[in-house]
Structures are given as structure tokens and as C-alpha cells.
């Protein structure tokens, strides 16, 4: 039994350790932090914070994603959970408040206009309730274009 | 970087700024008398008519199987089981336990703790209320925190269980009495005014306000998934509650931070002086309705 052989183990794991942590370490970087954003309080500095402003982004030259994953994103509860709003096609347990999404392909809507609608709604109402996707980093630029493409091909 | 560009870009986070302080201030608004206490539901869900007396309830029993009206019941029929066996009941007898106890060592405590009347017998109906002494808000959970920093060897924080336990208790003693949080009271008044406004104050990544769900024209009423929120009226009477899904006793506060942490946004700490104006705002929103703990949710 010798020191040797405890190091032989120790090393490999504490290097696994660091690098694993390195990796989380740069996911939370682009994960955007809840104290970014506005929060009640009066002297913490998310209590200063105001809303971000909205953006109209309309991108013509618009390459639109993949639509089976902008289904998943568009299902998943830490992603678009679009459904807590939205009947969806193909969606289950759908919410009732937003518009029926699942023919959206046929509404005569544009690629561009449905993206910019998931990046930030509030341009076209102002007070609405649905999130600003893209503009707020809940959703990235290729998940957005993802959702888009769902949506086109939902007839 | 040149003076120019500096300019501009100053200019524009002005401009930006300007912009965020409107849009804050601008949510849609359905207008709420806080005279009217609970019954001011009346022009804002209008569901109280199905829950605002026992006999409403009765009447409107058959909801309780209907999934797309079950909301306007407002859970309140849940309430029928304050008769009956819950682990919100042992809540009350464990804060009983450690009332008495901590009463017994130390009698200022209870004093303390009852504003000096020595019983604590429909007390925490008035609650919050402001105290002269200390000059600021007390919520029944501030004041075991602030009696038992005085008085006791360990300060019962709020957010703890213990603190959470007694103070189910404490309103259980003033179950079925309604809530009167004296408006007449300026400092109360100026809290219910800055917690209406954080109830309309957007926040979090999900960019919700409280009003994004429970306000007319907003979720209220509608699915969100598999569940559909209710009117915020006549709901700060059931907590301290056991929460089912759960299974503890949740406090006011820390269901603000439940909340918050759904919306995305940073919680904050329970008896936080922004927690506190909220509860105030809401405590209005049931005067005259009846203390219901303990219940289940």
C-alpha cells in the first residue's frame, strides 16, 4: 500500500473534477442569471434594474431550424413551454390563454414575423403576457429559428 | 472613444432607461377600492359570488367537478376540510407546544408576543399592522421573530419552520374571525400602496408581474398547463397552509418565493421589507373574509 497508488487514483479524479467544473463553469457563463433581471426588492440591485427594452427583430435573410427540434423546445418546461399558453400540435395538457398554435402554418404568418414574435412580442402588444424569448435569453437565436420552423410546419 | 460616439452613446442608455421606467409603470390596471376589502372581488373576477359565503359554496358545490369552472371556487371548497384530520392540524398542536413552552419559561415572550394582553385569542386577525414602538409593518411572522429576539435565548427566524409552525397557530387562534387590517392607519395605507404596485411590477427573465396571472385579461381564468390561477382576492386567509404538493407547511413568504423562482426572478428573503407591503396588499384584498387555517392547498 503506498502513497503511489492513492496519488495513481487521486489524480485522474481531481482531474476530472477540474475539468468537469471548467464545463459547468462556461454553461452558466452563457446562462443568463435571475438576478440580471428586475426583482422586488428595494436595496438589492435587481430592485434598480428595468425591464429590457423591446426589439423588433425581423431578420428577411432568416435561415429557418430544424422543426423536430423546435418541437422539443417548444415542449420542454425549461425551454419555450410553450404549451402552459398554447395548444401545439402534437402537444398534450395545453394551456388556454395564447392563440390555438396548432395549424399556425397555415395563417398565412411569415418565417421572420414568427420569429420576431417569440423574440419579443411586446412590439406588436405591448402589454402582453407571453415572455420576450429573445431579448430576455430564455431561448437562443437557433432555438428561436428552431421554433420557427415548427411552427411553419404545423398544418 | 471619441467624444461623438460617446455621446450617442449615452444618449441611448438614457433613452433606454427612460423607456424601461414607462414600461414598468404601464401594466394594464383594473381598478381595486381597498375599502371594499374582499368584496371588491365583485368587479374584478366576480367569482366571489360562487365563494364568498359558506352557502355560495354549497350552492355551487358542482363546480368542484367541472375542470374548466373549478377555478372560480377560488379553492375555497378545499376548506371544508378544516373539519377534518390534516397534517396542518398537527402543525397547530406542535405551535401550540412550542408557544406554551417557550410562554413558560419566559412570560415576557407571551407578552411580548400578544402585545401585552397576555392572550393571543383573535389577535392575528388585525395583522399586519404597524407598531409605533418599532416603526415599521409587523406581520404575525415578524412578530414571533421580533418577541423572540427579545425575549428568548434563539432568535425563531422567518422562513424557519419553528417560526412558520408557531405562527399557524397563532392565526388559528383567530380562525373564522375576518380580517380587519386598519387602512385607517397611514403607514398601513402608504404599504398597501407600494405592495399594489410591486403586484403590477414586472420582473424575473419571464418579464411576469403578479397581475400576469391573476388579474382580468391575464392568465386568471385560463389554463396554464394543467392549472388555472385564481383571483388573488379572499387568499391570504388560508396561511400559513399545508401545501399537499409539497408536503409542509409553507408560510405567505415563502410562497412569494415559490413564485419567484417559477418567474425567474430573485427571491427574496421571507419578512423582506417588499414581502411585507405585498402581504399588506394582499391582507386587504381578504378584509372581512375569515381567518381559515389551518387548511390544505
Redesign the interface.
Known amino acids: 500500500m503506498s502513497i503511489r497508488r492513492v496519488v495513481s487514483f487521486l489524480l485522474p479524479v481531481c482531474v476530472m473534477l477540474t475539468v468537469s467544473a471548467q464545463v459547468t463553469a462556461e454553461q452558466k457563463e452563457k446562462v443568463a442569471k435571475p438576478s440580471e433581471f428586475p426583482c422586488l426588492s428595494y436595496t438589492a440591485p435587481c430592485g434598480k434594474i428595468g425591464v429590457r427594452p423591446v426589439v423588433k427583430k425581423m431578420p428577411q435573410d432568416l435561415s429557418l431550424g430544424d422543426p423536430e427540434r423546435g418541437k422539443q423546445i417548444a415542449f420542454k418546461r425549461k425551454k419555450g413551454n410553450c404549451l402552459a399558453c398554447h395548444r401545439m400540435n402534437g402537444g398534450s395538457q395545453s394551456g388556454t390563454r395564447g392563440p390555438d398554435l396548432s395549424r399556425y402554418g397555415s395563417s398565412g404568418r411569415t418565417a421572420a414575423e414568427i420569429y420576431a414574435m417569440v423574440y419579443d412580442n411586446r412590439w406588436q402588444f405591448p402589454d402582453t403576457v407571453m415572455p420576450p424569448f429573445g431579448t430576455n435569453e430564455v431561448l437562443t437565436d437557433r432555438e428561436i429559428r428552431d421554433v420557427a420552423a415548427f411552427l411553419r410546419a404545423s398544418r | 472613444m471619441k467624444p461623438k460616439a460617446m455621446f450617442v452613446a449615452l444618449a441611448g442608455i438614457f433613452a433606454?432607461?427612460a423607456?424601461?421606467?414607462e414600461?414598468?409603470d404601464?401594466?394594464?390596471r383594473t381598478p381595486i377600492v381597498p375599502e371594499q376589502g374582499v368584496w371588491g372581488d365583485q368587479g374584478f373576477s366576480n367569482t366571489i359570488q360562487y365563494w364568498g359565503s359558506k352557502e355560495a359554496l354549497n350552492k355551487n358545490a358542482s363546480l368542484q367537478d367541472d375542470p374548466d369552472n373549478v377555478w372560480k371556487l377560488n379553492h375555497k371548497h378545499k376548506d371544508g376540510d378544516r373539519v377534518d384530520m390534516h397534517p396542518g392540524h398537527i402543525g397547530v398542536e406542535e405551535g401550540r407546544e412550542m408557544v406554551d413552552s417557550w410562554s413558560s419559561k419566559k412570560p415576557e415572550f407571551l407578552k411580548c408576543l400578544s402585545e401585552g394582553k397576555g392572550s393571543l385569542q383573535g389577535l392575528a386577525a388585525n395583522y399586519p399592522k404597524y407598531d409605533e414602538k418599532l416603526d415599521r409593518i409587523m406581520t404575525v411572522e415578524a412578530r414571533i421573530e421580533h418577541c423572540s429576539q427579545t425575549h428568548l435565548p434563539k432568535q425563531i427566524k422567518q422562513g424557519s419552520p419553528a417560526n412558520t409552525t408557531s405562527a399557524l397557530y397563532v392565526k388559528s387562534l383567530s380562525a373564522g374571525k375576518p380580517i380587519q387590517v386598519d387602512l385607517s392607519s397611514a403607514p398601513v395605507e402608504q404599504a398597501y400602496q407600494r405592495g399594489e404596485k410591486?403586484f403590477y411590477?414586472?420582473?424575473?427573465?419571464?418579464?411576469?408581474a403578479c397581475a400576469?396571472?391573476h388579474t382580468p385579461g391575464?392568465?386568471m381564468g385560463?389554463?396554464?398547463?394543467?392549472e388555472v390561477p385564481t383571483t388573488p382576492f379572499g387568499d391570504v386567509a388560508h396561511y400559513p397552509t399545508y401545501r399537499t404538493p409539497v408536503g409542509e407547511l409553507e408560510p405567505l413568504h415563502l410562497r412569494f418565493v415559490r413564485c419567484?423562482?417559477q418567474m425567474?426572478?430573485?427571491p427574496?428573503p421571507p419578512g423582506?421589507?417588499?414581502?411585507t407591503d405585498?402581504e399588506v396588499f394582499l391582507s386587504v384584498l381578504s378584509n372581512d373574509y375569515p381567518i381559515s387555517v389551518p387548511s390544505l392547498r
Open positions: 433606454a432607461s423607456w424601461a421606467v414600461t414598468e404601464r401594466y394594464p410591486l411590477k414586472r420582473i424575473g427573465q419571464l418579464n411576469f400576469s396571472c391575464s392568465v385560463h389554463k396554464l398547463r394543467g419567484h423562482k425567474r426572478a430573485k427574496l423582506d421589507p417588499a414581502y405585498l
